[in-house]
C-alpha cells in the first residue's frame, strides 16, 4: 500500500511487487478495506508506506478529528475523539488480526519536552524522535525499528530478541533472519 506518490518504484531492483496506491483522503477506512482486499488475494505479506498519513494525512484521523469539533454545536476537540477513537481501534484490529505478515513505515518528527533552566525559565528540549501516529502505536507491532538519516536501524522494541541491543543497516539478511523466525515462531502473526 503506498501513499508516498509512486515512491514504491524506487524499490522496483529489488524484485516483483504489486502496488496498492492510496490517495487523499487518507481514511482509515481506506487503509482496512485495501488490508482486507490483500487478505481475500491470499497475500502473506502487506507493505504499508506509510501509515502516518491516516493519522495525520489529509483525510487523515486529525483532519476528521478537526472537521467533527469545527461543525459540533460545543467545538471542543475533545469530544471528537469518541467518534475517531472506534475508527483507529478499527485500523489497529485490523492489521492485528490479519492472517497476512505487516510491515508499516511511520514517518518521524523530532519530539522536544518542556524543561526549566536554572534561572526558573522554560525552554523545548529534544529528547529523540517519536512516530506520526497516535501515542503508543509503536506497542501494537512485534518489532520497531528506529532508523536515522543514516539508514542504521535500532529496535526500539523487539519480541523476536534478533535485533536487541544492535545497531545495522537494514538488508536482505534482516529480511531472512525475519523469515526464520516466522517459520520457527508459530505464534507469530499479523502486525
Not at 485495501?34 to 507493505?47: G, K, L, Q, S, T
Not at 543514516?150 to 530478541?161: G, M, P, V, W
Request: aromatic share 10%.
Amino acid at each position: 500500500m503506498a501513499t508516498e506518490n509512486s515512491s514504491a518504484e524506487f524499490y522496483a531492483q529489488m524484485g516483483e511487487y504489486d502496488v496498492c496506491v492510496l490517495q487523499a483522503p487518507f481514511t482509515a477506512q481506506k487503509y482496512t478495506d485495501a488490508i482486507h482486499a490483500a487478505e481475500r488475494a491470499w497475500y502473506n505479506v502487506i507493505i504499508i508506506d506509510s501509515l502516518s498519513h491516516a493519522w495525520a494525512g489529509e483525510g487523515g484521523l486529525l483532519d476528521l478529528k478537526d472537521n467533527i469539533a469545527k461543525t459540533s454545536k460545543s467545538g471542543n476537540s475533545f469530544t471528537a475523539w469518541k467518534d475517531v477513537t472506534p475508527l483507529h481501534r478499527g485500523l489497529v484490529d485490523a492489521m492485528l488480526q490479519s492472517p497476512c505478515h505487516i510491515i508499516a513505515t511511520m514517518r518521524s518528527k523530532t519530539e522536544y519536552v518542556i524543561d526549566t533552566d536554572d534561572r526558573g525559565r522554560s525552554f523545548p528540549r529534544k529528547i529523540g524522535m517519536a512516530p506520526v501516529q497516535r501515542e503508543g502505536m509503536d506497542y501494537e507491532f512485534t518489532l520497531v525499528f528506529d532508523i536515522d538519516a543514516a539508514h542504521i536501524a535500532t529496535a526500539s522494541k523487539d519480541r523476536t530478541s534478533l535485533f536487541t541491543g544492535k545497531s545495522f543497516q537494514p538488508s536482505a539478511e534482516t529480511g531472512r533472519q525475519l523469515k526464520e523466525w516466522l517459520e520457527t515462531d508459530t505464534s507469530a502473526g499479523g502486525a
